[in-house]
């Protein structure tokens, strides 16, 4: 929800990304807070800082998915690429994109028209 908040308010044609910080932030918090079914509601600062760090994630994900795609061979589908960005992504090690789950592909493709 989170993303989608920020794409909703961040890609907007009428007010985009000029918005003053505190403004920008609240929109997405509220929207975050109306579509999610958190404990408690979560604040300017909560949502700035989750998105910070799912931020460096997506990056890190966006930039396997892009080296894999510009490896595809013949024949590939779409499984045999997020499988292969997958392997790039973890590195050898033990560590899984788990923000496929919330249907970011979608996401990961929007975020990629806007590079």
């Known amino acids: 929800m ?13 007010v985009g990304r000029n918005q003053i910080g505190e403004a920008y932030w609240s929109k997405i ?12 509601s979560r604040d300017v600062i909560a949502c700035q800082n989750r998105f910070n760090y799912m931020r460096k994630i997506l990056n890190k994900w966006i930039d396997a998915y892009e080296g894999v795609k510009g490896l595809q061979g013949s024949g590939w589908s779409e499984a045999d690429v997020l499988a292969k960005a997958q392997e790039l992504y973890a590195c050898g090690k033990n560590v899984q994109f788990t923000l496929m789950e919330n249907g970011t592909l979608s996401v990961i493709n929007h975020i990629m028209v806007f590079k």
Request: charged residues 15%; aromatic residues 16%.
């Open 2 to 14: 989170l993303i989608s908040g920020w794409i909703k308010y961040g890609t907007c044609s009428v």
């Open 29 to 40: 918090a509220e929207y975050c807070n109306e579509h999610c079914s958190f404990d408690s």
